[in-house]
């Protein structure tokens, strides 16, 4: 059992008043009116059964005012309550992990729909936040008892299956609330394209980091309805069509969809070498925490209605922080490169 309620009680008046509460016992009595001297029946008990571990939190809105509060004012608290609204759908859930944990940290969302079919294994350590206690762990689990113990409050749906042609429309379902912002992060093709598909026909944005250079895509079908998918670069190809893809095909599609000029040299060589020299594709888990953060910050910015573009962004740290000498700021290649609406790739 861990209960530390007074020192929630106690943030939480200095939240509201800052700069009110100078003595202990004016700090005492304002948690004794907040509490009404019992401090044991207040706020809630959250049980967290694979811990086997009982936690003593606030009241949800007061629990969310005080665990955002350091977001302020980069984050209004107005900005912050609306946020906590919104309900966002994460497909892919190794690389997609670290973007799902970190919206859920920021406060960028307070319900999701996580997606991945795939266990733990010993090989996604390189990049995934858990322990070996944890290896053969659905991802789908693991993700959500990380964003659960951050926030016991989220309401965080699981597709234990990943997407299927079965399951993908239960995830894009819009009874009692559709998705608000995809993030798509799996490998399979099929997903990718199908994803896109039900997103562009329901008006929901994409997000995708491509963990390589800083690389992330931004697809606003919520403003751009006609949109070509992935920029036009595979064309007018459907999920119809990849349902057979073999491996040499999964390879040649999964490079125009990421463009394969703008890929860094080593994950050029790398991928065709998959499945030969190569388990699988590199990820870093530096690539994978930059994305994360890419993800969050621009699903931040859109779900608040700023006007972030579609295009495709490359912040590569190999160029903004460069080895050899030269100025910064005449290497900097972040910038958006997507194709209009109706373009061809």
Known sequence: MHDRI?????????CLAPGEYRTAAALA??????T?????????WAWYPWSGRLVHVLPEADFRLVRSDRNRDKITRAQQQSLFGRRIGVVGLSVGSSAAL??????VGGSFRLADFDRLSLSNLNRLRAGVHELGLEKTVLCARRMYELDPYLDIELHRG????DSIGDFFAVEGGGLDILIEECDTPWVKVA????ARRLGVPVLMDTNDRGLLDVERFDTEPARPLF?????????????ELDGAGTIRLLLRMVDEQRLSPAMIDALPRVGRTLSSWPQLASGVMLGAALATDTARRILLGEPVPSGRYCVDLDVLVPAASGSPSDRT???PVGARPGAAG
């Open 333 to 335: 290649t972040a910038q």
């Open 195 to 198: 994803a896109r598909e039900h």
């Open 6 to 14: 007074v020192e929630q009680v106690e943030e939480l008046v200095r």
């Open 231 to 243: 920029h036009g670069l595979i064309g007018d190809t459907t999920s119809e069509e990849l349902r």
């Open 102 to 107: 970190t919206c859920a940290m920021e406060g």
């Open 29 to 34: 009595r304002a948690v004794a009116d907040t």
């Open 36 to 44: 009404g001297g019992r401090p044991d029946a207040y706020g809630t």
């Open 162 to 165: 990943g997407l299927t042609e």
